[in-house]
């Protein structure tokens, strides 16, 4: 499975993005998607995820009520939206696949195996 991400950018203090990533090789029907994010010096945070039903998620603190996970399954895309976005946002965004099909740990950022390459998202004070 490959994953492609885009959408990042740069954006002021409280503006918004919209990220996408695009998968191929495989349908992502069945599978939990999930979004993290790297900032400079930082490891990797697992930031959102959505149930392959696609009406479940799980969102981290720091991004709750401001950023919303979403899948089209019949486009095999993933989308995060992003609001209200501050400077501590700014990082490398990736999107991930499960590594089984109808997991039942798709909240737990070690159950994800496949990464995309990452879009740079930068937010100025």
């Known amino acids: 499975v490959q994953l492609v991400e885009s959408g990042g950018g740069l954006v002021q203090t409280g503006g918004s993005l919209r990220l996408s990533c695009a998968a191929s090789?495989?349908?992502?029907?069945?599978?939990?998607m999930g979004w993290f994010r790297q900032a400079p010096g930082k490891e990797r945070e697992f930031i959102a995820a959505?149930?392959?039903?696609?009406?479940?998620?799980y969102y981290v603190d720091s991004v709750k009520d401001r950023f919303t996970i979403s899948r089209d399954n019949a486009k095999n895309t993933v989308y995060l939206q992003m609001r209200s976005l501050k400077p501590e946002d700014t990082a490398v965004y990736f999107c991930?696949?499960?590594?089984?099909?109808?997991?039942?740990?798709?909240?737990?950022?070690?159950?994800?195996?496949?990464w995309g390459q990452g879009t740079q998202v930068t937010v100025s004070s």
């Open positions: 991930a696949i499960d590594k089984l099909a109808y997991s039942g740990t798709w909240a737990f950022s070690g159950t994800y195996g496949y």
């Open positions: 090789g495989r349908t992502i029907g069945g599978y939990a």
């Open positions: 959505i149930h392959w039903n696609g009406r479940n998620t």
